[in-house]
T-cell receptor, first 109, second 115 residues
């Protein structure tokens, strides 16, 4: 079966760095996405990885290892507005997204 | 309008009633999707459409139907609502011609409660 695993909840301090991990087992792989979702709002796109390595975009970076079925999202210089859920999703062989349940990130002052 | 709109924003519905959730996009995306999001579960695909005139079943299609008469609109119908269909419903769209990147853009969601 297809499976995306990520921690349910994480807590971090404002100004710090946090890494949110995602492991996956899917039928085929056509890229991995990270989305951010604030409470009561729609998911919004953060990053896309299809090749191994690190993609950096401002305070956010995303890493992929296809051989390990593993990705992480790295958030630096945390701000209170980063409090949200972070969703990992893998595009399978049919170009459909398989979603993890999301990681709720709580930022404390 | 810009992006994707959904209507209604929220709805309370009696079990057994028929309900259509509306979704419209103005980005001329060829692909559209309906998801439901339940606490503790990831987004689950209900139905999708890769292009106007075609639809396909996702992971949880039972009790739902869709149509895609044109590029912009993708309504989702619950023929006879049941309490287990209480959820937040998101419509999304993407440009599949952009290649495998295929980033999905989401509407604001419809919160549906079936009593």
């Amino acid at each position: 079966g297809q499976n995306i695993d990520q921690p349910t909840e994480m807590t971090a301090t404002e100004g710090a760095i946090v890494q949110i991990n995602c492991t996956y087992q899917t039928s085929g792989f056509n890229g991995l996405f990270w989305y951010q979702q604030h409470a009561g709002e729609a998911p919004t796109f953060l990053s896309y990885n299809v090749l191994d390595g690190l993609e950096e975009k401002g305070r956010f970076s995303s890493f992929l290892s296809r051989s390990k079925g593993y990705s992480y999202l790295l958030l630096k210089e945390l701000q209170m507005k980063d409090s949200a859920s972070y969703l990992c999703a893998v595009m399978d062989s049919n170009y459909q997204l398989i979603w993890g349940a999301g990681t709720k990130l709580i930022i404390k002052p | 309008i810009a992006g994707i709109t959904q209507a209604p924003t929220s709805q309370i519905l009696a079990a057994g009633r028929r309900m259509t959730l509306r979704c419209t996009q103005d980005m001329r995306h060829n692909a559209m999707y309906w998801y439901r999001q339940d606490l503790g579960l990831g987004l689950r695909l209900i139905h999708y459409s890769n292009t106007a005139g075609t639809t396909g079943k996702g992971e949880v299609p039972d009790g739902y139907s869709v149509s895609r008469a044109n590029t912009d609109d993708f309504p989702l119908t619950l023929a006879s609502a049941v309490p287990s269909q209480t959820s937040v419903y998101f419509c999304a769209s993407s440009d599949r011609d952009a290649g495998s990147y295929n980033e999905q853009f989401f509407g604001p969601g419809t919160r549906l409660t079936v009593l």
